[in-house]
C-alpha cells in the first residue's frame, strides 16, 4: 500500500503540535457525512480533541489523588445512616460547592461506617470537575511529614499538598502521635485555614483528640482550624462493613 504523503505529514503536525486527534482526523471523516463543510468537519476534530485532553487531564488527577481504591457515591447505601446523610445533602456534597467555598468536612463515626467511601466518592467528584485531590492516611502522612523534613524535602512536600484544592486526611485515629507529628499535621491542617478544604474522617468524637496528640492546646486549635466553616458529619451506629458481611453469609 502506497503512503499517502500529505496524511504522513498531518500525522507529523499533529504530534509535533500535541493534537492526535488531528492525526487520526480519517476516524472522524468516516463519521461524517460525505457531503459535509469543512468547517463541520474542523469543529468535530475540535471537539473530539477537547474530550481526549479532558479524559486525560482527569485520569492525571485520579493517579495524583493516590486514592487506595475507588469508590463512588452511588454505591453508598444512604439508608444506614437514619435520614442523617440524605440524598440531597449528598447532591449538595457532590456539587463540591463546599471547595470552591473553601470549607471542610469532619466524618465521625464507628469503623466501618462508610467514611472513607464517602470521602474517597466526594475526592472522585472533585477529580471529575477539574479539582485536584490529594488523599492521604493520616498517619502514613505523619511518618511522610517527618521523613521529608528529615531529608530537608519538607517544603517540596508542603507545597504539594497545598496546591491541592481537597486534601482528604483519612484515619485520624488508632495511633498517638508525636509532639514533632502533631507540630507538623497541625502545621498542615493550619496552613490550608481558608486556603484549601479538608476533609478528616475518625472514629474518635473531638473531646478524645486528647488521647491521639501530646498538646492538649494544640488539639484545641486543630478542632478549630478543621471546624471553622465546615460541615461535622456523626455516623455513627452499627459498622456498614459488618452489616455487608453478615448479609453474604
Known sequence: MSVN?????????AKQLKIPTFGDYNEILRRMKPDSKLEDILLELMKSEGIQRQENQNRRRLKAAQFPYQKTLDELDLS?????????????????????????????GNPGRGKTHLSIGLGLKACSQGLNVLFKNAAALSTELTEARDNYTLGRLENRIQKSDLLILDELSYISFNRHQSELLFKVVSERSERGSVIVTTNLPFSQWTDLFENTT????????LTFKS???????ESYRLEQTMKSH
Do not use: H, W
Request: include cysteine.
Open 80 to 108: 444506614r445512616y437514619d435520614g442523617s446523610i440524605t440524598k440531597m445533602f449528598l447532591n449538595e456534597l457532590a456539587s463540591c460547592k463546599f471547595i470552591t467555598e473553601k470549607k471542610n468536612i469532619v466524618m465521625i
Open 231 to 237: 460541615y461535622v458529619l456523626d455516623m455513627n451506629g
Open 5 to 13: 504523503p500529505v496524511e504522513e505529514q498531518i500525522r507529523l503536525y
Open 218 to 225: 494544640m488539639v484545641a486549635a486543630l478542632v478549630d482550624r
